[in-house]
């Protein structure tokens, strides 16, 4: 073994210029793969922390998977008579017993949850109108679900206890009406109720839609607003481990019976793009690392083509078509490792430029930096990439040196 590596050092550097080409290959090949993995990788990884953050991991809502199966299916299910457009009972949506079904859910470890009422109603101020989602919650349990105290730019989420009248209103919503804190404001629902409410929180999430549609009120308040008393229509959960959700979703679907929806579940799209997504990246990085393969390759079998002689000589000595191939897989190992020690060497340089980059985004209030993966998976993806690609490119000439027929090299020479 000894003697091969020998054999391949000797190689390598007899050709010295071509050796540095092929080294610079897969250093430049390595970091960039390790930069640009890296800052793709920290991207998405991004998006899913802003996804899971902004969101609730897990939403019961006040409806089921299925519909209820019809009291006459349920006695005579193989009936020759079906019963058609039956008219379903009226009755007060919302979730039933929902203190019960909180503490249930509140038991489980790792688990916030916050009761939510939420209704549409129309706001009035000097003439204007718009449609907004009203959402009634309770300060002390929506803090610990939602980031939306973080969002606030004027007043707080306690005065909602401190004056039972009081609303919470987007940014783009009170630069439209032409609000400001403190100001009173008109909110009528579908069944009628008209009352006048004090703005006593303004926030801006950075989202439009959101900041312009979104308002809250104390929880007593919006149900005594649309007529739902005692009743809430969502719980919004947040966990310790937001990959739990799915399997805590069930968990609480299956013991309630309400329908429960994890962020996974809510976002398979989502993810099933950031899959594709990754797949691409990593196509598209490894690419460069098989062209910087090629350079091994073009040395090798130049160094084969040259030394046909000299392993005809070896194989005559007792070395074996294995051994000669030991010696030209070694040297595609030391180009290998050489230059993708290196690689990650200036990858990581490369990643601390990249995250020291930012980008002036005046719509969240200032800059922001590039997001960029430093944890150890991304190295090891890079070197694994830039080995494999190195010794590809190094065995299929060696595979050609170990087929070298001595005699007939050396009757030819003669």
Known sequence: ???????????????????????????????????????MQGSQADFIRRLIDNSPHITVYDEYRGADVQPAELSWPDGAVQIRNVKPQTEVRGIRGYQQKLAFVASIPGVR???????????????????????????????????????????SLEALDANPNGIVVGIRLVNKFHLALGRNVSVATAEGVVRSMKIVGIFRTGTASYDETQTY????????????????????????????????????????????VSWLEASEDIMSLLAVRSIIMYTVVAAILVVAAFGIYNTISTIVMEKTRDIAILKSMGFHAGDIRLVFVSEGLMLGLLGSSLGLVLGLLL??????????LSAFGGPTRLPVDFGSRQFLIAFGFAMVSAVAAAWL?????????????????L
Do not use: C, W
């Not at 210029?17 to 960039?32: E, H, K």
């Not at 916050?114 to 929506?142: D, Y």
């Open 1 to 39: 073994m000894r003697l091969q590596v020998g054999i391949a050092v000797t190689h390598l550097l007899a050709r010295k210029r071509q050796t540095l080409v092929s080294l610079s290959g897969i250093v430049l090949g390595t970091a960039f793969f390790l930069a640009v993995s890296a800052l």
């Open 397 to 413: 000439p060696a595979r050609k040196g170990g087929r070298v027929h001595p005699v007939d090299i050396l009757r030819g020479s």
């Open 351 to 360: 990643m601390m430029v990249l995250d020291r980059v930012q980008l002036p």
């Open 217 to 260: 009120a104390a929880l007593k308040r919006v149900q005594s607003l649309l007529d739902r008393p005692n009743r809430v229509n969502r719980f919004v959960i947040q966990m310790r481990d937001p990959y739990q959700a799915r399997a805590v979703a069930t968990l609480i679907e299956r013991r309630i019976g309400y329908k429960s």
């Open 113 to 155: 949850v916050a009761p939510v009422l939420s209704g549409s109603v129309v706001l009035t101020f000097a003439g204007r109108i718009e449609a907004v989602s009203l959402s009634g919650i309770v300060p002390a349990s929506i803090r610990q679900v939602s980031t939306i105290e973080d969002k606030l730019v004027a007043g």
